[in-house]
């Protein structure tokens, strides 16, 4: 299994962005994964933000990023992608995507924790200018 983000980069507050994963090794339609979303700022632990299980579409998000933060997939593509609006100067981070074959975990709550996965991607830094 192999992820890789894009789609990082420096905006301004209020501005946006979308992250983007492209996932191999295993296919959207075919196999049952759990996909998440998290980021690390400097100092700080890895936090969850979004997650999706492709056994059957079923998106979480955390409460910091609701409303602001939209996970989204494309099977076709086999891609995930994370639409970031309104950002703040507190998003800036390295965002990065992963992904388990552990998908009961993810569509039974635990989808935002770290150890739920075991393929990760080398992330993308987010930078937001105030």
């Known amino acids: 299994v192999q992820l890789v983000e894009s789609g990082g980069g420096l905006v301004q507050a209020g501005g946006s962005l979308r992250l983007s994963c492209a996932a191999s090794g295993f296919s959207f339609e075919d196999d049952d994964y759990g996909i998440g979303w998290f980021r690390q700022a400097p100092g700080k632990e890895r936090e969850g933000l979004s997650c999706v299980s492709t056994s059957d579409g079923s998106i979480y998000n955390d409460e910091s990023v609701k409303g602001r933060f939209t996970m989204s997939k494309d099977n076709a593509k086999n891609t995930v992608y994370l639409e970031m609006n309104d950002l703040k100067p507190e998003d800036t981070a390295v965002y990065y995507c992963?992904?388990?074959?552990?998908?009961?975990?993810?569509?039974?709550?635990?989808?935002?924790?770290?150890?739920?996965?075991?393929?990760w991607g080398q992330g993308t830094q987010v930078t937001v200018s105030s």
């Open positions: 992963a992904a388990t074959d552990k998908w009961v975990r993810v569509i039974s709550g635990y989808g935002l924790e770290s150890d739920t996965y075991d393929y």
